[in-house]
């Protein structure tokens, strides 16, 4: 089960960092 939860945790990362970079790429696009 301890294996399970720190991939889970990995692909949270993963995401929150995707998320980052898109909402960067709007700002840049808006200006």
Do not use: D, E, P, Y
Request: a positive charge; proline letters at 0%; glycine letters at 4%.
């Amino acid at each position: 089960m301890g294996n399970l939860k720190k991939k889970r945790r990995l692909k949270m990362n993963n995401h929150k960092r995707r998320k980052r970079l898109k909402s960067n790429r709007h700002k840049k696009r808006s200006w």
